[in-house]
């Protein structure tokens, strides 16, 4: 049950594109194409942004894309935006009803 | 409009016990797996326990087991978490949240603060 390895920040300009990894093992990321990311505000709940690895729920906008090759997942957000300035987790579903997060990952706009 | 209202957080001396409850609303409660997830201050999110739709299957994170156990009253729509031999590092704000795979935890309450400390 080890944290997924996520780079702890990420930063661009207003338009430009981020890519945020998140990398597992063979047991959760690698194994399941149950990977989630969640966006979290300074001081506010998080929020789902995505789920099975590219879905995304109902309001969330078309600029966050997920994908996933082998253990490493991805969440890109493109066209950025003052209000994407947040922390990100993403998530894997690791076998036998248990989970693990990531270790968040700041996103600045510039 | 699903609301997920956690209280019991407080605080707590270390090896003492404590018991977490959320109230769930506006969906069917019943048919949902649910879990706990904790934010320690200014660190990330960690997933806690999950219990399934009936109640019947249970996981930890190996950092709870033997102490912690969740546990539901779908007759009353809640979610519980007792919390036994706390330790400082158990010290977080504590997130009840409604799903899991495959759909991700879509719906996350306000939090409970538990601190732990003498």
């Known amino acids: 049950q080890s944290a997924l390895t996520q780079p702890p920040s990420a930063s661009g300009s207003p338009g430009q594109s981020v890519a945020i990894s998140c990398t597992g093992t063979?047991?959760?990321?690698?194994?399941?194409?149950?990977v989630s990311w969640y966006q979290q505000h300074p001081g506010k709940v998080p929020k789902l942004l995505m789920y099975e690895v590219s879905k995304r729920p109902s309001g969330v906008p078309d600029r966050f894309s997920g994908s996933k090759s082998g253990n490493t997942a991805s969440l890109t957000v493109s066209g950025l935006q003052a209000e994407d300035e947040a922390d990100y987790y993403c998530n894997s579903y690791a076998g036998s009803n248990n989970y693990v997060f990531g270790g968040g990952t700041k996103v600045t706009v510039l | 409009e699903v609301q997920l209202v956690e209280s019991g957080g407080g605080l707590v001396q270390p090896g003492g016990s404590l018991r977490l409850s959320c109230a769930a609303s506006?969906?069917?409660?019943?048919?949902?797996?649910m879990s706990w997830a904790r934010q320690a201050p200014g660190k990330g999110l960690d997933w806690v326990a999950h219990i399934k739709a009936d109640g019947y299957e249970k996981s930890y994170v190996d950092s709870v087991k033997g102490r912690f156990t969740i546990s539901r009253d779908n007759a009353k729509s809640s979610l519980y978490l007792q919390m036994n031999s706390l330790r400082a590092e158990d010290t977080a704000v504590y997130y009840c949240?409604?799903?899991?795979?495959?759909?991700?935890?879509?719906?996350w309450g306000q939090g409970a603060l538990v601190t732990v400390s003498s």
């Open positions: 949240v409604r799903g899991g795979q495959p759909g991700g935890f879509d719906y």
């Open positions: 063979s047991s959760d990321v690698g194994a399941y194409n149950y």
């Open positions: 506006g969906f069917t409660f019943s048919y949902y797996w």
